[in-house]
């Protein structure tokens, strides 16, 4: 066990990865010799040389696209792209491409991708720097969709993901990088080092793909979350003293739609919480799937928190972020409905 | 106060439009046998000319002249000969079949046999082919049961991709096939990736990459020439420009500037311009840059020179965009009577062969289609599963997928 943060955590699934596989190769733009601009590749050139680790050309379809023609090749790609928010010139290249190969060639040709991107807001990142694009992921069919929440979850869920044959779409959520992050933008932020989840075991060990975590056990109601909001939800329960139980997603898809219906039941209350726009956010599948199999124990409307549906503002972060306040304010008020 | 004329928006057009006498004397053609040979270490500075002009090794008496000459035997070119028959009479059967209704859709090559068939033989086995929709060739020069593609055309019960796809978007992996998506240019960056692996596990297999000249306009063919270029990635890099995307010029992708060739030079890519009618330049193209990749000397950039004589697909009609009779005005000819020729000057050929070789090839083309319409047509007889429907989305079925699977009943 060591303590670490999440970029060395990331770091350590990929060096783990690496070693016990020639076929992983990790690219993309200062990801190489720099060791990529949050330092989550730092040192692997150096350790495995520059056929295994290496900086690519500013262009993202270039980069997934010649990621999927080394999968198909039988290489195991670890790709990243620099932000979540980047991703859009490699859209074409991830959904009519990756995640249809096996499909289309009735698994002639298969696309064992990871595609790494941070995401997610609360840093003053502004339009480009903050966006939380996973419903764009989760609308398509052939790709997984995950978002880790702490170092711990990680690296798990990253070795899971780079063995995993079906391409996988994997959200870091930026703010959490250094240390957990509640909301409380006016309060220090504590290290990973300060946390048991910075906690991390050596060597190889997995997640699986589509189970959530059950991060807090609570009677009233259930939260659904993940990335960043797992923070948020647990400031706004302790804050209102509502026993909320709240669930960290960890898989959009495949989603673990047992824990959460058994969840449901048993609190017959439904938060979900994201900083994602609203309308057509991940929030609305989640809130029709808990409705479909959990209406005659639902004793209150289903509601989401979530960004509001803008473009990620600059100055006005923390009016948009959904902060421990606005998700306390709703868990308040769903109680009362 | 403006010392300017107010701006005009300039859109290219072609030379004729329907009603016009066609007329290509802007297509200036080399004599055959002109452009030289380079060796394939050449310092692509040095073989830039090889960008704008065209090799041609087959001359207008049928003879196969010049430096590029001299690399196939009379076993070989007799069965390329016989390659491109079948792709032809292969289109004619599923260009009717389609108009009967048996199936949705189809794209054919005429005019262009050449191009594909003659590659393949330039490859090894092993070697990858990332094609479009219009080089079904790499398939029939490689062996491909021809039954398998009416097959997936039909989408039946023997469809070897499950009735999922469109008709024509083949794949095959055993034969160097990669699976054709219907997103233009795609498949021109994973071809560059996939020989990028090869070099990273130093492999000896090359890849070939494919696209058409309305495509090059996409972005992934530039992201394609710069993560081929900076890597040297062991590729060629192929376009295909056949005059026309659809109903659109070539002037229209091709910015007025230049050649497709010359779109490689910027990026240092050696660049070659090919008549795509004739097989022998072709191959000899071919072989010149699967050389260099194997070799280690990185990718070639190959723009082969053709036309479309046919129309875009089964859903299009050419005659609303450009003079009917524009084919016959092309001066490359057609390349299966040009190989034609050149096999009767060799003294390996001769018109009753050849309509004795048509003859053959239509029976055995009638029998294969028979045999694929036993297995169902895409509306009558044998069809795939809706269970196949599901299946394949992800190596293992996901839950959510399995409830929707119960749902549809199946």
Redesign the interface.
Known sequence: MARMTMIEAIRDAMDVMMARDDRVVVFGEDVGYFGGVFRCTAGLQQKYGKTRCFDAPISESGIVGTAIGMATYGLRPCIEIQFADYMYPAYDQIVSEAARLRYRSNGEFTCPLVIRMPTGGGIFGGQTHSQSPEALFTHVAGLKTVVPSNPYDAKGLLIAAIEDPDPVIFLEPKRLYNGPFDGHHDRPVTPWSKHDLGEVPAGHFTHPLGKASVVREGSAMTVLAYGTMVYVAQAAAAETGIDAEIIDLRTLVPLDMDTIATSVRKTGRCVIVHEATLTSGFGAELAALVQEACFFQLEAPITRVTGWDTPYPHAQEWDYFPGPARVGRALVETMEA | MNDFRPLTLHVPEPAVRPGGTPDFSNVKIPKAGAVPRPEVNANPEDIRDLAFSIIRVLNRAGEAVGPWAGLLSDEELVEGMRNMMTLRTFDARMLIAQRQGKTSFYMQHLGEEAISCAFRKALSSGD?N?PTYRQAGLLIASGYPMVDMMCQVYSNSRD???G??LPV?Y???EHGF??I???LA?Q??????????????NDTKI?AAWIGDGSTAE??F???L??AS?YKAPVILNIVNNQWAISTFQGIARGGAGTFAARGLGFGIPSLRVDGNDYLAVYAVAKWAAERARRNLGPTLVEYVTYRAGAHSTSDDPSAYRPKTESDAWPLGDPIIRLKNHLIVRGVWSEERHKQAEAEILDTVIAAQKEAESYGTLHAGGKPSARDMFE????EM???LRRQRQQAGV
């Open positions: 990858m990332f070897p991709l499950k999922r796809q978007m794949s095959s992996k990669f699976t998506s219907g997103n795609t021109y960056v994973q071809a560059v990736g996939w020989a990028m692996a090869s070099a990273i596990r890849a972005s992934d530039h992201a394609a710069v993560f900076t394949g989305v992800y190596a996901p839950p959510h």
